[in-house]
């Protein structure tokens, strides 16, 4: 795109628009401040159901006990061999 200027040995006050769109900026603002709060909104319920289904998964207290056994595995092998044993 194109401003229609030549030569900037000129005055600007007699140029109309230096850039494209001209006068959409307030709706652009909004639009963007719109999509950012929308999109807030969708990943506070995203979140909110992922923090259910694992407060779901961990009433079991055998669950939870398992998921600190592997959490407090020193290795990348004793990990291992607790998800093989079924942890």
Do not use: C
Request: aromatic share 10%.
């Amino acid at each position: 795109m194109s401003t229609g200027l030549e030569t900037w040995n000129t005055n600007l006050n007699e140029v109309v628009e230096l850039y494209p769109f001209v006068g959409t900026e307030m709706i652009l603002a909004i639009a963007g401040i719109a999509s950012w709060i929308i999109w807030h909104l969708i990943q506070i319920k995203m979140e909110n159901a992922v923090l259910v289904e694992e407060d779901a998964f961990f009433q079991d207290k055998n669950k939870l006990t398992q998921a600190r056994k592997i959490g407090a595995a020193e290795s990348t092998l004793e990990s291992a061999k607790l998800h093989a044993e079924g942890y």
